[in-house]
């Protein structure tokens, strides 16, 4: 009976570790997720500022627009580069809640402890013996 309650101890913690290398994974996964979204805001920005560019070089040209038409052009590329802009930045503030609950559940499964636990210092020499790491000579 023994012997199982090791073992099961020794699958607990093997599993315990398997599932901290996953978890591990998708904290990885979920960094590497935030840093293309804001890549993606940062060239959205980009964008916008060349659609400005050119919507203003046309409308300068364009005498038949009034003032208040050309700003109301110009109004709309910010409006969609905003919107576009706040929905990548809910998706990155979802990305980092996740990764900090899937931080919290991880300190709250290991504790104080590795992933394994204590392993494998909980575990005694199958002899019984005690190993000593000096030189046989030195003991005395």
């Known amino acids: 009976m023994a012997a199982t309650n090791s073992t099961d101890t020794i699958m607990e913690k093997l599993k315990r570790a398997g599932r901290s290398l996953v978890e591990s994974g998708t904290k990885g996964m979920l960094k590497t997720d935030v840093v293309f979204l804001e890549r993606e805001i940062k060239q959205r920005k980009q964008t ?13 040209i364009d ?3 009034s003032i208040e038409e050309k700003e109301h052009q110009i109004r709309l ?19 980092k809640e996740e ?29 019984g013996n005690v190993v000593m790491s000096g030189h046989p000579s030195d003991i005395h």
Not at 82 to 87: E, H, T, Y
Not at 100 to 127: H, K, M, R, S, Y
């Open 48 to 60: 916008f500022g060349v659609e400005v560019y050119e919507s203003m070089g046309a409308l300068e």
């Open 63 to 65: 005498n038949d627009m």
């Open 77 to 95: 590329a910010f409006d969609r580069a905003r919107k576009d802009i706040a929905v990548i930045q809910a998706k990155i503030e979802c990305k």
């Open 99 to 127: 990764l900090l609950v899937l931080e919290a559940q991880q300190q709250a499964d290991t504790g104080n402890t590795g992933f394994l636990g204590d392993f494998p210092g909980n575990i005694p020499p199958a002899c």
